[in-house]
């Protein structure tokens, strides 16, 4: 990720725990405030789990993947389990409420970050509306999409 992002979306997760990928294999979908793109595997290896769901907002530095693999250019990134087992509990149990996927009240959209933090910054609450047009990539709200209905509410 690039220095000014600070969270990113799982727009769609394409491989299971147990799954063997190889290096350059696309994992997921992901989409920051500015962009959309593949994440692809750093390594050939085996996925032991994976720590997000389609929806999601992950702040950056968490973890979305774990994985085990014999690529010993990787192993600067090598975590005791346990460590690791707490980091993410850790960020479970913080996750911001507006940092989630829209309930079903606003017909089950999803929110770009950039639109979560407009809709915020005009005093409302994204998850009560539901009379938006969402535009961006694979039908999420994005920022302009925010943009737009501000103005027409004017």
Do not use: C
């Amino acid at each position: 990720m690039g220095a000014t992002v600070s969270e990113l979306t799982i727009v769609n997760i394409v491989v299971a725990p147990g799954a063997k990928v190889a290096k350059g294999q696309k994992l997921a979908e992901l989409e920051s405030d500015k962009s959309a793109f593949d994440f692809e595997s750093p390594a050939g290896g085996t996925i032991l789990a994976v720590h997000g769901n389609k929806g999601d907002v992950k702040s950056s530095g968490q973890t979305l993947f774990r994985m085990e693999t014999t690529d010993q250019s990787l192993q600067h990134l090598a975590i005791a389990t346990a460590k690791h087992d707490a980091e993410v509990a850790a960020h479970a149990t913080h996750a911001a409420p507006a940092a989630t996927a829209a309930p079903a009240a606003n017909k089950n959209l999803v929110w770009t970050p950039r639109a979560i933090k407009l809709t915020q910054e005009a005093g409302l609450d994204h998850t009560k509306i539901g009379d938006i047009e969402s535009t961006g990539p694979g039908g999420r709200v994005s920022g302009d999409d925010v943009t737009k209905y501000l103005a027409s509410r004017k």
